[in-house]
């Protein structure tokens, strides 16, 4: 069964704390994703990465970084949380290449809130 | 990857069918269409996708019109439990290919 696993489910943390979500994917897939979600917004994209070290700007990256050091893992880093990105924030995975079917698969979800 | 617009929302009776529509006027020639649906408080889920026949699986059919400017979600006999936010995107197969949502449309299924 394919999985991608985020780290926490709920994260509760102070202002100016640097903050860490992990993401792991099971399935060899190139492409990586972070998004956050808040009403009446949608599902915003913060970072992609297709490959290790490779990472490439979403809609809305500042404020965050991001690290692939392997392929199976993509954190994503609030260097100083600021309480503007309590969100819920949603890791995805998807295969690269010349393929007919690039479905995406999500993690459950990590809901952050910065107090 | 080209952009999509969707209704904000759309209600249907349990048991009938779920007609969603989606515009794509600026879609190129090698990007799919792909339905994904999120259900309250969780990852959005894949439905289907196609490029330019219609498609069919267990969950859903896909009509694709002609010059590909947009396309129809169909789910024939809606449930309770297919109450959810249902997202059409357009995407390029292959690497470095970003996957961007947009607000979708929520459909309510009524008793």
């Known amino acids: 069964d394919v999985k991608v696993t985020q780290s926490s489910r709920y994260l509760v943390k102070r202002t100016g704390e640097k903050v860490f979500l992990e993401c792991v994917q099971d399935m060899d897939h190139e492409n990586m994703f972070w998004y956050r979600q808040d009403p009446g917004l949608g599902l915003r994209l913060i970072y992609f990465?297709?490959?290790?070290?490779?990472?490439e700007k979403g809609d809305i990256p500042e404020g965050y970084s991001v690290s692939r050091e392997k392929k199976e893992r993509f954190s994503l880093i609030l260097e100083s949380a600021s309480t503007n990105q309590t969100s819920m924030y949603l890791c995805?995975?998807?295969?690269?290449?010349?393929?007919?079917?690039?479905?995406?698969?999500f993690g459950q979800g990590t809901r952050l809130t910065v107090v | 990857d080209a952009k999509t617009t969707q209704p904000t929302s759309m209600d249907c009776a349990e048991g009938r069918a779920a007609n969603l529509p989606c515009n794509h006027s600026?879609?190129?020639?090698?990007?799919?269409v792909y339905w994904y649906r999120q259900i309250h408080s969780q990852g959005p889920q894949y439905i289907i996708h196609?490029?330019?026949n219609n498609e069919t699986n267990e969950m859903a059919s896909l009509i694709i019109t002609e010059d590909r400017k947009s396309s129809t979600l169909i789910l024939p006999h809606a449930t309770l439990r297919d109450t959810a936010v249902y997202y059409c995107?357009?995407?390029?197969?292959?690497?470095?290919?970003?996957?961007?949502f947009g607000k979708g449309i929520t459909l309510s299924v009524r008793p």
């Open positions: 196609g490029l330019k």
């Open positions: 995107i357009v995407r390029v197969t292959g690497a470095n290919s970003k996957l961007t």
């Open positions: 995805a995975s998807s295969p690269g290449g010349p393929k007919m079917n690039t479905e995406a698969f």
């Open positions: 600026t879609i190129s020639g090698n990007e799919y």
């Open positions: 990465s297709y490959d290790v070290k490779m990472k």
